[in-house]
């Protein structure tokens, strides 16, 4: 079944000397990969202590002539493939535009990668994805860009396709880091450079097409290998045992307590380990070569600290973790004070990040001199940051435990109000102004953060319900959301006539819908979204169930106020709706 499986840095698989050429083939679905996984990727090369594990792909060797090229079909993996080869572009790019400030030896770094990414002998790209969704024009169009030897091809809405918005996000993190670090930006450029080529992927060869799907399949449905926390767990225990500080069943009980506080999401307790080390350090026994708790240096941080006085340490976590769970909502409060429910606007905002600063804050709230009044000023100040920072990405992801550790230690002697202010001028430092904010809720919001979208809509249809009026908009059934985003305007193919007709024709409701239809004016929340679909304006705004109640647009939520009264919806329409959406959202996530 399988020829070979040998693990390769990425500079090794993609040699500037080799023949090597990696082809997608065209039953592969198009490219999928979105902002959260170009930065997973991003922050876990720049994070690695040493190669980062890219996981593994499987190739077929369809190789006619070895004169001309060894061609690998890719089985799995494109994903991967691709998205690495844009962040490679990404480096290109940068260095090639300051190519006259590098020495000699970078320079000829620079060629290599050029040569790593397009083939000297026939300029031809060392991966090549499938057509499917323009991915091969749109990839070849950035490597272009990228000032790449090879010829591109332009098409329609190129910018807002993945392949092209993932180039550009790389592009900006680069930058970013350069700001973040304090670099030149041919310097964040290489940095990022030297970590992606260090990368190591396990790449198996196999002899037929027969022999990858059984191999992928095995693949994709075996056991879950043991986990950091897992590792931490048995550790502590094994310590426990060691030292006959406490005895193995009593220290099991504490870890138990623990995860129950903390609930059964893995990532939930990884994410809390590594919060609590970076929100306690000063506290805490010195780690070498640790100044923040990531992923990659967990084990070897808790070793450390579980090599010291045990029972004081297993005892914090179990309180910390008390106070993290309320803080992650993980036991629905029957009566839920203000503060808890500010906590679930933070954590339905993706502010978990920021549960390091709140943990903390909590722990020391009676040093501090904070009431519950403070706790949830900074925490409504929280969640504004997390709007506007997961919308337009800055700061980056591997900014924001630093930015958030950095706080702590400001807040030094200040008491009550003046913690607050600390968290708050912070806040309003290392976010992007309202000018960016308002520009990206102008754009393409859908695209840009679904979740985002729907936070801020459901959070604007919230305000204006009343005791009677109210709804739970985040309701779930079967581990979906009731209430979902509705596209006024329909985002699928082949409009109806009567869309078309209200748009000025075929050709123009075309443009119309493709410009405007992921914008926060055209975007509303429904219970009913497939009851609704690809209807009439008229028939959308007027829908009723069998009961006689509204469904649609006049189904009383404030949010849908403007539409219920509307004769028909159009370019402008949009543009109108956008822009009042945007004043509100301003207003109600204030830094």
Not at 311 to 321: G, H, I, P, T
Request: hydrophobic share 40%; aromatic share 8%; charged share 25%.
């Amino acid at each position: 079944m399988i020829k070979s499986a040998n693990q390769y840095p990425v500079h090794t698989l993609f040699s500037h000397e080799g023949n090597v050429m990696y082809r997608v083939p065209p039953y592969q679905r198009e490219y999928s990969w979105m902002k959260p996984q170009w930065e997973d990727l991003f922050e876990d090369l720049i994070e690695a202590d040493g190669q980062h594990f890219l996981g593994t792909i499987i190739t077929l060797d369809q190789t006619t002539d070895t004169l001309q090229s060894n061609i690998l079909e890719v089985i799995d993996g494109q994903q991967r493939l691709t998205t690495l080869t844009l962040l490679l572009a990404a480096c290109y790019s940068v260095l090639k535009e300051h190519i006259d400030e590098l020495d000699e030896d970078t320079r000829t770094d620079v060629t290599n990668l050029s040569r790593q990414l397009v083939r000297k002998s026939d300029k031809q790209p060392r991966v090549t994805p499938q057509k499917q969704g323009r991915n091969l024009a749109d990839y070849r169009r950035v490597l272009e860009e990228a000032g790449l030897p090879i010829k591109g091809e332009w098409k329609a809405y190129f910018p807002s396709r993945r392949v092209a918005k993932c180039y550009r996000y790389f592009r900006s993190a680069i930058v970013r880091l350069a700001e973040q670090d304090g670099v030149t930006q041919p310097a964040a450029a290489l940095r990022v450079l030297e970590a992606a080529k260090r990368a190591v992927l396990v790449k198996i060869e196999v002899a037929s097409h027969a022999d990858a799907f059984v191999l992928f399949e095995s693949l994709n449905n075996r056991g879950m290998p043991l986990s950091p926390v897992d590792l931490i767990k048995n550790h502590l225990l094994a310590e426990s045992e060691k030292k006959r500080i406490m005895h193995v069943d009593e220290a099991f009980q504490h870890w138990n307590a623990m995860l129950t506080n903390l609930g059964d999401n893995y990532a939930t307790q990884e994410r809390f380990l590594r919060h609590y080390y970076n929100a306690f350090k000063s506290e805490l026994p010195d780690v070498p070569n640790a100044t923040v708790a990531t992923k990659s240096r967990l084990i070897r941080i808790y070793e450390t600290l579980l090599g010291g006085d045990l029972r004081s340490v297993v005892d914090k976590l179990v309180d910390a973790s008390e106070i993290y769970g309320r803080i992650n909502c993980v036991v629905e409060v029957d009566q839920p004070t203000s503060l808890d429910r500010a906590f679930q606007r933070l954590m339905r905002a993706q502010g978990a990040p920021s549960y390091v600063l709140v943990m903390w804050l909590l722990s020391k709230r009676h040093e501090l001199e904070l009431t519950a009044g403070h706790i949830e000023t900074a925490v409504d100040r929280l969640t504004s940051f997390f709007v506007r920072r997961n919308l337009t990405g800055y700061p980056p992801t591997y900014a924001l435990a630093k930015l958030f550790m950095d706080t702590i230690d400001a807040v030094g002697g200040a008491r009550g109000d003046d913690v607050v202010a600390v968290v708050s001028r912070r806040l309003s430092a290392a976010s992007a102004g309202d000018g960016v904010f308002r520009d990206r809720l102008l754009g393409r919001i859908y695209e840009e953060n679904t979740d985002v979208a729907r936070f801020i809509l459901a959070t604007l249809a919230e305000d204006g319900m009343t005791k009677e009026t109210s709804v739970d908009l985040w309701r779930q059934e079967k581990n979906h959301f009731v209430w979902t985003i509705e596209h006024i305007l329909p985002q699928g193919e082949n409009l109806p006539p009567a869309w078309q007709e209200m748009l000025g024709g075929s050709e123009l409701a075309a443009q119309v819908q493709e410009e405007h239809k992921h914008r926060l004016g055209n975007l509303t929340i429904t219970a009913y979204n497939s009851n609704l679909g690809n209807k009439s304006f008229i028939e959308k705004r007027d829908r009723q169930d069998s009961a006689g109640r509204y469904i649609g647009y006049r189904n009383g939520l404030t949010l849908n106020a403007t539409l219920a009264q509307r004769e028909s919806w159009t370019a402008a329409d949009i543009e109108e709706r956008t822009n009042a959406l945007a004043d509100k959202v301003l207003a109600r996530f204030p830094l």
